[in-house]
């Protein structure tokens, strides 16, 4: 499963968040808190207004999330219409209970920005427009329309017009921040979220892929022993067997077997078994290995040691997933925006280790220049590759991976002072710089060899 398809996935099961459980519990919070204050304003302030309809109101909120329960496993998660409709119904039954106990002129009005609240957090943008205006409407409705309020003595209780007008405005531009607000940090978070699934898919891959590198490697080794037995003895077989023409065709298609078997382990893997060597490797190798997917794709890829190699040796460092797939997805960016020439700069000091890819393509977009690693990150403006969707969360996967191993990532365009060597025109395009403190990703070449073992003399066993 690829990480375009992860996402498509993730879009459709995104009204499928909210459980029923969740509304259901908020729903007996509401009743409750609506039942104390119908209460307290009955018989502690002696309000008048219509007590019994206002609890019938209440019990019907209450029925109904006895009847989902019992109905519906805990486990439900609501569609996304599912989910907009019980928003609408406790829109609709808490309008109603304002209805009843003066409209706007009754403080708990403002709970009606509740529901916008939840639509815009868990629901699509569709579903939030419909519930911020179905709540304009109602609130619009309760300005003009209600059963007032009355104190002990009949009086009905009442704000200016003016200050229900300012309430009433207030509450349409609340409903719109708040929404709005509620609905920018849901969305981000959860293009956040799907980049970080796609991320740990991505390093999930290169893991298995290194894994299953190691476990051939081990086979072609342990396998080439008996494979070589094999040909020897039917090497034996085909002179034993001169004098019968048919046994020694088959002597002669054992040891053919043996070679084709020794041949296509060879091509899966050409090391030994998955030891310390298969877990450290040379600066150059590394870069050479991240690179090779894209190595064949028209662009031509120029690898460029700046460091003096007289005085600093090329380090050793670790092999481990998130470096080499961090650094090919930043090649693979680089190629796809590349016009010819992609440039893998590598330098290098006693305290850190840098790392510079360069295309000659347009360079990053200006305007985003300052976004660059931000997930789904998309240059609306551009029609150069439409096809291309975005050079967002590759990078994004890039710089989070890398980061993950000690890096720091920047991202800029070249100019005339920071250009790649043997560049023969007046500008390059992107750069991605990638640093290291040398202490966080080196390894000490002798690891590969373990540790020596002591002798306590001539003859005798290793110390252990």
Not at 224 to 235: E, H, V
Not at 341 to 370: C, F, K, M, N
Not at 381 to 393: A, H, N
Not at 407 to 436: K, L, Q
Request: proline letters at 5%; hydrophobic letters at 45%; a neutral charge.
């Amino acid at each position: 499963m690829d990480l375009q398809t992860t996402g498509l996935m993730n879009r459709d099961v995104q009204g499928h968040w909210v459980r029923l459980e969740t509304l259901t519990r908020v729903r007996w919070l509401a009743a409750s808190g609506q039942l104390a204050a119908l209460l307290v304003a009955s018989l502690a302030l002696e309000l008048q207004f219509p007590l019994v309809l206002c609890l019938g109101v209440v019990a019907v909120s209450a029925l109904t999330n006895l009847l989902s329960s019992t109905i519906y496993p805990r486990s439900k998660r609501l569609s996304e219409l599912e989910a907009m409709l019980t928003l609408v119904f406790d829109t609709a039954q808490l309008t109603l209970l304002l209805f009843l106990t003066g409209g706007l002129n009754n403080p708990f009005a403002l709970m009606l920005i509740a529901p916008v609240t939840i639509a815009a957090t868990a629901l699509q943008l569709r579903s939030t427009v419909i519930m911020g205006m179905l709540t304009v409407f109602l609130a619009t409705v309760l300005s003009v329309s209600y059963e007032p309020l009355r104190l002990r003595d009949g009086t009905p209780l009442e704000l200016p017009e003016l200050f229900r007008f300012g309430f009433w405005l207030a509450m349409v531009i609340g409903i719109a921040f708040i929404g709005l607000y509620s609905r920018s940090v849901a969305a981000e978070k959860h293009a956040l979220t799907e980049a970080l699934l796609a991320m740990r898919m991505a390093l999930a891959r290169e893991q298995k892929l290194t894994d299953l590198g190691g476990v051939v490697a081990a086979a072609a080794h342990e396998l080439g022993t008996p494979l070589a037995t094999i040909k020897l003895a039917s090497a034996e077989l085909i002179d034993a067997l001169a004098d019968d023409p048919e046994l020694v065709e088959d002597a002669r298609l054992i040891r053919e077997q043996a070679d084709r078997c020794r041949s296509i382990l060879q091509s899966m893997g050409r090391a030994g078994k998955d030891d310390m060597h298969l877990r450290s490797a040379p600066l150059e190798t590394v870069l050479s290995e991240a690179a090779a997917p894209h190595a064949d794709r028209g662009k031509t890829l120029v690898f460029d040691i700046l460091a003096d190699t007289s005085t600093w040796r090329m380090p050793e460092i670790q092999r481990r997933p998130e470096i080499i797939h961090g650094l090919r997805n930043l090649v693979q960016n680089a190629v796809d925006f590349a016009q010819a020439q992609v440039w893998v700069e590598a330098d290098w000091s006693e305290t850190t280790i840098q790392l510079r890819i360069i295309d000659d393509g347009p360079g990053y977009p200006p305007h985003l220049l300052g976004r660059i690693g931000e997930p789904y990150l998309r240059d609306r403006r551009s029609d150069k590759r439409p096809e291309y969707d975005g050079m967002g969360l590759g990078l994004f996967i890039a710089k989070t991976l890398l980061e993950r191993t000690g890096a720091t990532v920047r991202f800029a365009n070249c100019n005339g002072r920071r250009v790649p060597r043997g560049f023969s025109g007046t500008r390059c395009g992107a750069m991605a710089e990638v640093t290291w403190p040398r202490a966080m990703i080196e390894s000490d070449p002798r690891g590969a060899l373990g540790e020596n073992p002591m002798f306590d003399g001539p003859g005798s066993r290793p110390r252990q």
